[in-house]
């Protein structure tokens, strides 16, 4: 399945300049954007760019709107909290690994996230180890690089927030919307996704290949792009997980 455009939409009833268009103001919201050239099934797009400055600091580039983001590497529990709650924060990149001597259950690892008041990006990159992210506010972004080939790790979009997740590569993963949070979703074709839409908040997919799946209650609505024949089916499940 190739990789298809995900155009910028209002749901239907929505009037342009609704919750998902683009602003520019700083309130938080969602980044419907075409794909990057440089896509490929192993890495899906993103809607922004972004690059390392010299000084340790990152470039993020939206849209053609710059932004300094700030850059951490936590390391334990206590700093992986600190660092994804930081509402009074400029912008952010946070680097997550797997944390050392954390205990077997990865129920251990669950990180409330809430992003800064202004709007500017929290930009988690989620290289190994496990971290339940619960998104709570802000303008978030979860790039999912790495760390999950046998255990799924899971981003939990809380009712009222919103957020972006991208999952690289063959990685398994599961995306949770819940009351009236919104999340977009891009996956690889080789990525092992559970997207599970919930309440009344909207789910736009792009992406994905054979082992994803996407399940939908509650009158959540499910948005995908591309040729018909490459959607994937939206499941309605009567026994809920």
Known sequence: MGMSTFAARQPKGVPTGGQFAATAHA???????RPHLEASATRPWRPYELSENGDGSFNYNEAGAETTLEHREPVTRTEIRRALRCPRSRGRVVDLIAVPGRRSSPRDDIYEVVGPDTGAPLVIRIHDGFHA????????????????????GRTVIEDGARAGVVVDDDNKYTVETRGSGSARVAMSTESNVDVRATGTGQMYVTGGGRRCTIAAKDGAVV?????EESRLPVERPTIWW
Do not use: C, M, R
Not at 27 to 33: G, I, T
Not at 223 to 227: E, N, R, W
């Open 133 to 152: 992210l619960h998104v709570i506010s802000g303008n978030v972004q979860v790039e999912v690089q790495g760390g999950f080939k046998s255990i799924a």
């Open 27 to 33: 309130e938080p919201a969602l980044a419907l954007a």
């Open 223 to 227: 948005h995908q792009d591309g040729p």
